[in-house]
């Protein structure tokens, strides 16, 4: 049974930068997408960004892309979201959870992890 736990939330002023990982445990990464998503409180949960399993291929919401990085490493069975330039809008549970290929939609991901807050103040 895979199993993901997300780390590295916390507070940070506007403008600051923050990385979150995504750690794998019961599997491998090697076969699977990895996507972020994110909700604020009283919001649905949005699309952040996801990457293929050779780490080659990238997608990103319009609203972090050229801010927000994703990267991974099969070796460490980790995800990186490295989130720069960040602002009170980007206040939210970060979750990462795995699919089968590019998809924005979070009902075609699984294996959710618990998140990690990232709250951003002005």
């Known amino acids: 049974q895979v199993r993901l736990v997300e780390s590295g939330g916390g507070l940070v002023q506007a403008g600051g930068s923050l990385r979150l990982s995504c750690a794998v445990s019961?599997?491998?990464?090697?076969?699977?997408?990895i996507g972020w998503f994110r909700q604020g409180l009283g919001k649905e949960r949005e699309f952040v960004a996801t990457i293929s399993w050779s780490g080659r291929g990238t997608y990103y919401s319009d609203s972090v892309k050229g801010r927000f990085t994703i990267s991974r490493d099969n070796d460490k069975n980790t995800v990186y979201l490295q989130m720069n330039g960040l602002k009170p809008e980007d206040t939210a549970l970060y979750s990462c959870?795995?699919?089968?290929?590019?998809?924005?939609?979070?009902?075609?991901?699984?294996?959710w992890g618990q998140g990690t807050q990232v709250t951003v103040s002005s």
């Open positions: 959870a795995t699919s089968r290929e590019y998809y924005t939609a979070y009902t075609q991901y699984k294996n």
């Open positions: 019961g599997g491998t990464l090697d076969n699977y997408f």
